[in-house]
């Protein structure tokens, strides 16, 4: 974690009282968080969307997060049942190939997904 910029992926479920790994991060890691992924609040900052968090910019795709040159992905909400949504596979493989580590505490691995397995294999 230590120096990491992190793109937070909360897609429809970023707010006050549905992303709380996202929220512990940006409160207490706030100046290495580069933005959050949530089309729901596009365009708007983590301060309008939680109150706090400052201009942290929320963005409507993980293309439009990876312009901020993250280096690490971290998953900010638990998904129902703690599964990996079949969209962010496709996000998280973007992730990968942009050199970016990806953090989860889903009930799913990440390294049990096959395909993001040998992508962030082969990318070291």
């Keep these: 974690m230590h120096g990491s910029r992190f793109l937070i992926l909360a897609d429809g479920e970023f707010g006050p009282l549905t992303s709380k790994t996202a929220n512990s991060v940006i409160r207490y890691l ?41 280096d690490a992905v971290l998953i900010g909400i638990a998904p129902v049942g703690g599964k990996l949504p079949d969209q962010w596979r496709q996000w ?12 989860s505490g889903l009930h799913s691995f990440i390294s049990d997904d096959a395909m993001l397995a040998e992508r962030a294999e082969a990318r070291g």
Excluded: N
């Design 30 to 70: 706030e100046d290495r968080v580069v933005a959050v992924v949530d089309g729901v609040h596009a365009g708007k900052t983590a301060q309008d969307v939680i109150g706090f968090g400052g201009r942290i910019p929320v963005v409507g795709s993980m293309r439009e997060g990876l312009s901020y040159k993250p």
């Design 92 to 103: 998280l493989a973007e992730a990968i190939d942009a050199g970016c580590s990806i953090w």
